[in-house]
């Protein structure tokens, strides 16, 4: 079933969206060559405290963090840890949560730590974070949830991948629903799967966490020891980005942007949802 949310609850997710954007800016400060992922739960952790919120990713299913920290192959659900020094060219995907009054809010970017990067790495990461904004924009009253999987899925195949070849979309990971949760029906495919249907029509009050992970090489995965570390079958490095949005009768309204997605709706021509909290 999916949860549809009344104006008053798409605020409260706001705020949590909020917070969600105050922990990203932090992160992405922190994010510098002898950092370690630990360092960067740490900064999380103290901007959780700051705005009275809690995380929603300690302890779900056992999970040992704050934050996720998946760092070149690693594809999502990497744990911080002393061990995990960040290096000059590494690059490094952040996820994280908060939750306000029992709301919920979910994103994710990817970071260049240091310089010198492969230009491969940087149109890697900037065609996954176009395709999520290609999902989003999709995300309008009388769709349906598979066309926000085609317009991902589109954007990502008409990008010409450097040296050739074609970019991989993860399979076994895509978005969800959120609300009072953070993992919600429906779940949402990054990739058009004729078997699934079309999915449920998206009204005022939807709620997704919109995440492509694309990879520079294989569209598998596995998970390593620990049960949480999902990387790329053959070693690709990869990308991860995510925003919770919530469409409204005004239209769409990116709860985890700091600006509620208005700039980036707006090279789509789409007018973004006026914030409840401004």
């Not at 949760?181 to 990054?190: A, F, G, Y």
């Not at 769409?252 to 700039?263: E, M």
Request: hydrophobic share 40%; charged share 20%; proline share 6%.
């Amino acid at each position: 079933m999916v949860q549809i949310k009344s104006p008053e609850q798409i605020a409260k997710m706001r705020a949590a969206g909020l917070v969600v954007a105050a922990i990203h800016e932090a992160t992405r400060e922190a994010a510098v060559p002898g950092a370690t992922t630990k360092d960067l739960d740490q900064v999380a952790r103290k901007v959780l405290a700051e705005h009275n919120a809690t995380s929603n990713f300690l302890g779900y299913g056992g999970f040992p963090a704050t934050i996720c920290t998946s760092v070149n192959e690693v594809v999502v659900h990497g744990i911080p840890s002393e061990d995990v020094v960040l290096k000059d060219g590494d690059i490094i995907s952040v996820d994280c949560g908060a939750v306000v009054d029992g709301w919920h809010g979910d994103a994710a970017y990817t970071a260049f730590v240091g310089s010198g990067h492969d230009p491969a790495l940087i149109e890697l990461s900037r065609v996954t974070e176009e395709s999520m904004w290609a999902g989003i924009a999709a995300m309008k009253q009388g769709n349906r949830l598979v066309d926000i999987s085609r317009a991902i899925e589109t954007y990502i195949r008409r990008q010409p991948k450097p040296g050739g070849g074609r970019y991989g979309i993860i399979e076994d990971y895509g978005g969800h629903g959120i609300g009072t949760e953070m993992h919600m029906d429906p779940h949402l495919l990054n990739y058009v799967d004729r078997r699934r249907g079309r999915g449920p029509r998206l009204v005022p009050g939807f709620c997704l966490a919109i995440e492509p992970m694309v990879s520079l090489g294989t569209s598998k995965t596995r998970v390593l020891e620990d049960d949480w570390t999902v990387v790329t079958t053959d070693g690709s490095w990869s990308s991860h980005w995510e925003h919770s949005v919530a469409l409204t009768p005004e239209g769409p309204l990116v709860l985890t942007a700091p600006d509620g997605g208005k700039a980036k709706l707006a090279e789509y021509g789409i007018k973004a949802a006026p914030d409840p909290l401004a």
